[in-house]
Every structure is written in C-alpha cells, then in structure tokens.
C-alpha cells in the first residue's frame, strides 16, 4: 500500500500532520462506548480501532489482544465502512459545518519536494513512530517501506509488484483468512450488530473530530482552513480527500481542496497505524499482560 501513496503533498504542508492525529478521536471516543456496553477492555480497544477506518490495523490490534471471537466482525466493520466513506462522510461533515464554511478558499501552491526528503522521510516517520508506539512499527514500517520502494528510483520492478500483484494477493489471503473467524455461531448473534452500530460511531466521530479540530484552528490569526480538510484526516486514502474536494465543489464550484485534503488524508493513514500502537500499548500495560 505504500507504494501507492505520494507523500508529497503532505510534506508541502506539514501541518497537516495535526489533522491526522485530530481525526483519531472516534477510536477513543468508540473505546469508551464498548467498555460501558459490556464489552472487555481488550475487545473494546479492538472494536474501538474500528474509527481507524485501516483494515490491517483493525486485525493487527484485535490479533494481539486476542479479541479471536470478534475478529470477523471487526474487519467487516472496518472494510466495510472504509468502502461507505462517500455515504458516511458528507453526512458527517454536513452535522457540524455550515455552507460558508465548506466555501473557504484555500489556494494551493505547488513546492518541489527533493528527492532526498522524499526518501529520508519514510525512515524518519517509522523511527518516530518506533519510539511513539513501539507496537506500530510493523505496520508503519511496511507502509513506508512500500514508499521508499517507489521513491529509491533502482527498486521499479519490486516497485510495480508491491501495487499490483502483491497487494492483490495479500488482499485474498487476508480474505480467506478472515472468513475462518467468521463462524455462524460466533458471528451471527447481537454482539455483531452492537460491533458493527459502535464502529460506525467510530468513523461518524472521527471525521467530526477533524472537522472540529480544523473550525478550533481558524479561532487563532492566520489563513483560514476550510474544516471539511480536516474531515480528510482518516486513514481511507484517497477515497476521503476525493469526497472533501467533491463536497468543496458543491459548496463553490471553482473551489478545488484535493490537495490539502490528500496531504489530511495521508497524515491520516499514518496517524491511525500510530494510534493503534498507542492502543496496543496502552491496554497491554493496563492489563499487565506486558
């Protein structure tokens, strides 16, 4: 998957980063809600990650908390919901933004990102991350890893494999993987359906943490942001910048926010693999299972 994200745009404007953590609220938020529901700390860590809209990250978190009776439907959750993002977001978006705000201009200028900041970023990213949430390495690291592939410039064919024939076969051993936990007697019943009503939740509260974080920053002095930017800092790359820059043309028809919210929108890709890292280790301290 990191060979297919252009981390350009994000370095043109770091600051970005922020919306990508901002956008992490619905996980918390979801955490919290399972808990009080019933469900164990560790399932509900699991069935929280959901909000990260990051399907490996959903598994990799409810793998290492031996959430196994959840894991079917926590994936389904999360691919599911990643594939519902142009029907969940505008309405996300639309509950806490009013129509002069979706109309803020934001010009976009293009800067030339080096060709060593585009290579010595990847590996910054994962050993930042390493000392942030240790528990995230493995997945940041084969996300960047992908990127560096790309951007080293003698890697094309490994380059060309991993966005193609690489990630179609992981993606149907991850299938077939998942359909083992998916079991009748421990799919079919109401758990399911409180996982999959609390993970929509979730994803409904990341975009608004976004979107409010984004309406927090045009309080202080300085160049407005249009909120639905920050609304992009989830991790379904780039399905959630293409709905702000749709959503930006219904508001104003000249205004174009692909850009900034792609730079949201990777920030996010990056921030959900490190705040499931952050749940890993937290819960793992928390029940002494370290």
């Given at each position: 998957i990191g060979a297919m994200i252009d981390f350009g745009p994000l370095l043109t404007n770091p600051k970005m980063f922020l919306f990508g953590g901002a956008a992490q609220f619905g996980i918390f938020a979801a955490i919290l809600f399972a808990a009080l529901c019933g469900f164990q700390l560790n399932d509900a860590a699991s069935i929280g990650i959901i909000g990260a809209a990051d399907g490996p990250t959903a598994?990799?978190?409810?793998?290492?908390?031996?959430?196994?009776?959840?894991?079917g439907a926590i994936a389904v959750?999360?691919?599911?919901?990643?594939?519902?993002?142009?029907?969940?977001?505008?309405?996300?978006?639309?509950?806490?933004?009013?129509?002069?705000?979706?109309?803020?201009?934001?010009?976009?200028?293009?800067?030339?990102?080096?060709?060593?900041?585009?290579?010595?970023?990847?590996?910054?990213?994962?050993?930042?991350?390493?000392?942030?949430?240790?528990?995230?390495?493995?997945?940041?690291?084969?996300?960047?890893?992908?990127?560096?592939?790309?951007?080293?410039?003698?890697l094309n064919s490994l380059s060309d494999t991993a966005q193609t024939s690489l990630v179609n076969l992981i993606t149907l051993l991850l299938g077939l993987t998942i359909a083992f936990k998916m079991q009748a007697a421990d799919f079919v019943n109401i758990k399911t359906l409180m996982i999959m009503a609390i993970g929509l939740m979730a994803f409904v509260f990341d975009s608004i943490g976004g979107v409010m974080f984004a309406k927090v920053l045009n309080l202080l002095p300085g160049k407005k942001i249009n909120?639905?930017?920050?609304?992009?800092?989830?991790?379904?790359?780039?399905?959630?910048?293409r709905v702000v820059q749709k959503m930006g043309l219904q508001a104003d028809p000249t205004n174009h926010l692909l850009m900034h919210a792609i730079g949201a929108n990777v920030a996010g890709q990056i921030g959900s693999v490190v705040a499931g890292g952050v749940v890993i280790n937290l819960v793992l301290n928390m029940l002494g299972w370290n």
């Open positions: 598994i990799l978190v409810s793998r290492v908390l031996h959430s196994d009776t959840y894991m959750a999360a691919y599911s919901y990643m594939a519902m993002v142009p029907i969940i977001q505008p309405f996300a978006i639309k509950l806490v933004t009013t129509k002069k705000e979706r109309m803020i201009r934001m010009p976009y200028s293009e800067h030339k990102v080096s060709k060593t900041t585009r290579i010595l970023f990847p590996i910054i990213v994962t050993m930042i991350a390493g000392f942030v949430a240790p528990a995230s390495v493995s997945l940041v690291g084969f996300l960047m890893f992908g990127n560096l592939l790309r951007e080293c410039g003698c909120p639905m930017v920050g609304g992009a800092g989830i991790s379904a790359f780039p399905m959630s910048a």
